[in-house]
């Protein structure tokens, strides 16, 4: 069993600062990417944030580069999100990423977090 539990998000006011932090747990053997997505308002689709592998490449979303930091500890399984200078359109449920390999294996899969609400008041 594998789980990914968040910790974080709220409610701010524009230009405001926020901090995300996901921890994977269980049965894994590995962990490659991890990241973060949101899910705006009315909208069915999650928008990739910002991902960051265990070399600490990162992907970050023009909308939030120079705003957003993604970091990660590998010891701890963690994946975090520092959020700054927070918009409106930031609004959303924000769902923590990882791909696992469970020990039980076969391969290496998607989970997600529960999700967490970042709200953004002007």
């Known amino acids: 069993q594998v789980q990914l539990v968040e910790s974080g998000g709220g409610l701010v006011q524009a230009g405001g600062s926020l901090g995300l932090s996901c921890a994977a747990s269980g049965s894994i053997f590995s962990i490659n990417a991890m990241g973060w997505y949101r899910q705006a308002p009315g909208n069915q689709q999650r928008v990739l944030v910002a991902t960051i592998t265990p070399g600490r490449r990162t992907n970050i979303a023009d909308s939030v580069k120079g705003r957003f930091t993604i970091s990660r500890d590998n010891a701890k399984n963690t994946v975090y999100l520092q959020m700054k200078s927070l918009e409106p359109e930031d609004t959303g449920v924000y769902y923590c990423?990882?791909?696992?390999?469970?020990?039980?294996?076969?391969?290496?899969?998607?989970?997600w977090g529960q999700g967490t609400q970042v709200t953004v008041s002007s």
């Open positions: 990423y990882a791909d696992i390999l469970p020990t039980a294996g076969p391969a290496y899969r998607p989970y």
